[in-house]
């Protein structure tokens, strides 16, 4: 069963302007992490908050993690062209990661 | 370090046929992940290993799809005989332990027709 599940599907915004992803998950975790993949290329780990921390920044990155609802953020501030990707969130739980279905990011020049 | 390693990047095959994916780790790390990626069913664990032992292959299509971690250095996947349904990205992954962060490879393309 799916684990995470973000929200929006899609987001298209203008270069500069802040990005924001949500990620709701269903059990328990160890930690949530947060992976980017450009068109035709593998995913690329950002940034892991355990479950024991609030929030987590990494240079323009930003992650919230709200175990009582279960749900994540990540927030990209003055977002680039070079940030148009997918983003995921993957749950870890049972000693593997599930990852969610992604956020399709664009980000106009 | 050279990340994660697959080979082939593409391969395009006819029912029927059997295909092998092949995959290097990055050295020092003892997890090993196999995925699936479709636009229909999003990214999916088929089977990782720790060790260089199978851990969890729950994900697994069906017998058709076996892997193998002969060493630490070293994987495959393989499919026989291949379906169309089984096109898709297939990418391999590892990292220090199976909880935490992923290091993928660039993924092999198969098509079957």
């Known amino acids: 069963s799916q684990q995470g599940e973000e929200d929006p599907q899609a987001l298209s915004i203008q270069e500069g302007e802040n990005a924001t992803m949500n990620c709701s998950y269903k059990t328990s975790i160890n930690n949530l992490q947060w992976y980017r993949q450009n068109s035709g290329r593998g995913l690329v780990h950002l940034i892991l908050i355990r479950s024991n921390e609030r929030e987590k920044h990494s240079g323009r990155l930003r992650v919230t993690l709200d175990t009582s609802k279960k749900s994540s953020s990540l927030l990209i501030t003055a977002s680039r062209a070079a940030d148009t990707a997918s983003y995921f969130c993957a749950t870890s739980n049972t000693g593997k990661l599930i990852f969610g279905q992604g956020t399709t990011l664009q980000v106009k020049p | 370090d050279a990340g994660v390693i697959q080979s082939p990047r593409h391969e395009v095959t006819e029912m029927g046929q059997e295909v092998t994916l092949r995959c290097k780790p990055i050295s020092g790390h003892n997890s090993l992940f196999w995925y699936r990626q479709t636009m229909m069913r999003g990214l999916e664990l088929l089977i990782y290993?720790?060790?260089?032992?199978?851990?969890?292959d729950s994900g697994m299509p069906e017998d058709r799809f076996s892997a193998k971690m002969p060493n630490a250095s070293f994987s495959t996947l393989k499919i026989q005989p291949s379906e169309p349904r089984d096109s898709a990205v297939y990418f391999c992954a590892s990292g220090d332990r199976a909880q935490e962060t992923q290091y993928f490879g660039p993924g092999t393309r198969l098509l079957v027709l």
């Open positions: 290993f720790n060790n260089n032992v199978p851990i969890d």
